[in-house]
Nanobody, 126 residues
Framework: QVQLVESGGGLMQAGGSLRLSCEAS????????MGWFRQAPGLEREFVAA????????YYADSVKGRFTINRDNAKNTVYLQMNSLKPEDTAVYYC???????????????????WGQGTQVTVSS
């Protein structure tokens, strides 16, 4: 079993920055792609960013490209999401997730991810 625990969320003014962390326990993340998703009130959960097991080019949703950066520290079994130039529309619960497949290509499909954290709230005020 894998447990994922997100942290780093909070309240921020528009234009500010936050860094989310996702720490895993139970098994190394080293061989798996990792993703970040978010769900705003009344909306479906959506893809935000993903990073490959081999630290190849990350993949971002168009809405966050150029503002968010995903990276990982395999030694710490942790994935990060650096969020800059935050906008009110970034307000959501943010979830990290682990790909179900080992050594595979990146995916933005939620169905590919089989372990999820409990989420951390990010609120951006205007």
């Amino acid at each position: 079993q894998v447990q994922l625990v997100e942290s780093g969320g909070g309240l921020m003014q528009a234009g500010g920055s936050l860094r989310l962390s996702c720490e895993a326990s139970g098994r190394s993340l080293r061989s798996f792609n990792m993703g970040w998703f978010r769900q705003a009130p009344g909306l479906e959960r959506e893809f935000v960013a993903a990073i490959s097991w081999n630290l190849g080019n990350p993949y971002y949703a168009d809405s966050v490209k150029g503002r968010f950066t995903i990276n990982r520290d395999n030694a710490k079994n942790t994935v990060y999401l650096q969020m800059n130039s935050l906008k009110p529309e970034d307000t959501a619960v943010y979830y990290c997730a682990r790909d179900s497949k080992i050594f595979d290509s990146l995916s933005d499909s939620q169905g590919r991810y089989n372990y999820w954290g409990q989420g951390t709230q990010v609120t951006v005020s205007s």
